[in-house]
């Protein structure tokens, strides 16, 4: 027999999906990315010494993922690694103590993309629909129990991604567009990706 609290968490499960649908009519829809853009972008190295790269170096031999405002990524760190595929993270802007809360979920190498071209073409932003989304509430409280401490300062509310880009001419080979906060990439997708990717290469 159904219970009550079942009928009150179905219904309260349909008018949350509602409620998503609903304001995903007010989002601007991703565009997908220019390759020769992304590898034009001017990335700035952080840490000790400021350096500046064309991004394009990040993957022009060996292929890489690179996580856009995604620390969730790292723990397949170790298994890209098995695959010599290098995984890196690349933030918006370096304000206060941001990049250094980042840092402590992340181990690999951080660059800040001051063009914002991998936030890009089209910069996604997400605004008062992030106060009615479950989704939104669910994910910043999920990271906030893992201790992971971001801020709304500057352009705080753009969304992210994560792309699997090949070296040589593979390309793009997976870009996923976040489609609010906390909208976590297939894992398994981003994986078998890379081990194709390398599977590829040695052919």
């Known amino acids: 027999m159904v219970t009550v609290t ?14 998503s649908s609903f304001t995903d009519w007010f989002q601007t829809k991703p565009a997908w990315a220019d390759l020769e ?11 000790g ?6 991004a394009k170096t990040l ?13 969730e990524l790292s723990s397949l760190k170790s298994q890209l690694l098995d695959l010599e595929v290098p995984l890196f993270a690349v933030v918006k802007q370096n304000i206060g103590k941001e990049l250094d809360f980042f840092k402590k979920y992340f181990a690999g190498r951080v660059y800040v993309d001051q063009q914002r071209n991998f936030y890009g ?9 992030m106060f009615v989304r479950v989704g939104v509430w669910k994910n910043i409280w999920r990271a906030y129990r893992r201790g992971f401490r971001g801020n709304l300062t500057g ?37 078998r990706t890379a081990r194709k990717m390398r599977e590829d290469m040695a052919k």
């Not at 079942?6 to 409620?19: Q, W």
């Not at 567009?177 to 398994?188: I, T, W």
């Open 121 to 129: 073409p089209q910069q996604r932003w997400m605004c008062l629909s």
């Open 37 to 47: 853009v992304l590898e034009d972008t001017e990335l700035k190295s952080t840490g």
């Open 6 to 19: 079942e009928i009150l968490k179905a219904v309260s499960l349909f008018v949350a999906e509602l409620i």
């Open 59 to 71: 993957w022009e031999k060996t292929g890489a993922v690179v996580m856009v405002e995604a620390a």
């Open 155 to 191: 352009e705080g509310l753009v969304l992210g991604g994560v792309f699997v880009i090949g070296p040589g001419d593979q390309g793009i080979l997976l870009e996923h567009r976040e489609k609010e906060f906390g909208d976590k990439v297939n894992m398994l997708a981003v994986l």
């Open 49 to 54: 010494i400021h350096e500046r790269h064309k």
